[in-house]
Antibody, heavy 115, light 107 residues
Framework: EVQLVETGGGLVQPGKSLKLTCATS????????MDWVRQSPEKQLEWVAQ??????????YYAESVKGRFTISRDDSKSSVYLQMNSLKEEDTAIYYC??????WGQGTLVTVSS | DIQMTQSPSSMSASLGDTVTITCLAS??????LSWYQQKPGKSPKLMIY???NLEDGVPSRFSGSRSGSDYSLTINSLGYDDEGIYHC?????????FGSGTKLEIK
């Protein structure tokens, strides 16, 4: 059974940092392209970042709204993907989902940025 | 960025009806289009990929089609289990983008 479990969400003040972790199982993680997608309170989905596999040199891509503030990374030995979020803004408030191949989704973790 | 204009934003239909949801791409995306179903409090579920391919385990009542830059999701023989929000998604070009969603209510 495929499982993706996100952790690390919570309430954080503007300007602060947070790191999300997604632990996976049930599929060949090392070959997978992994993404983070977020969903606003209005239910709009927004792609955040992608990291490709080793054969694609772990290439990374970002939405313009997070470029320079967020960093996606992965650890194939732990079948995990991460999202380091710095300089957080109130508009980053959302449920953050971890995805594998855009077919497998985690249950999401809520990030609230508020003073 | 590629804009995905999804319509309608919401709709209500009866049991047994056939409904169609559409997404218009602002530029060519080939068949790099997926559809997701999201139920309240749950994460989205992949239904259609490659514009017309049914994901494993998805009922054949669901189908996807393409006409130029218009992409459609059709659901036949509506049941209560089909209620939710449907999202289209293009993965042809970065940044990857989603439509604004269609909320489907079953009367």
């Amino acid at each position: 059974e495929v499982q993706l479990v996100e952790t690390g969400g919570g309430l954080v003040q503007p300007g602060k940092s947070l790191k999300l972790t997604c632990a996976t199982s049930g599929f060949t993680f090392s070959n997978a392209w992994m993404d983070w997608v977020r969903q606003s309170p209005e239910k709009q989905l927004e792609w955040v970042a992608q990291i490709k596999d080793k054969s694609n040199n772990y290439a990374t891509y970002y939405a313009e709204s997070v470029k320079g503030r967020f960093t996606i990374s992965r650890d194939d030995s732990k079948s995990s993907v991460y999202l380091q979020m710095n300089s957080l803004k109130e508009e980053d408030t959302a449920i953050y989902y971890c995805l594998g191949w855009f077919a497998y989704w985690g249950q999401g973790t809520l990030v609230t940025v508020s003073s | 960025d590629i804009q995905m204009t999804q319509s309608p934003s919401s709709m209500s239909a009866s049991l047994g009806d056939t409904v169609t949801i559409t997404c218009l791409a602002s530029q060519d995306i080939g068949n790099y289009l997926s559809w997701y179903q999201q139920k309240p409090g749950k994460s989205p579920k992949l239904m259609i990929y490659g514009a017309t391919n049914l994901e494993d385990g998805v009922p054949s009542r669901f189908s996807g089609s393409r006409s130029g830059s218009d992409y459609s999701l059709t659901i036949n023989s509506l049941g209560y289990d089909d209620e939710g929000i449907y999202h289209c998604h293009q993965y042809y070009e970065y940044p990857l983008t989603f439509g604004s969603g269609t909320k489907l209510e079953i009367k």
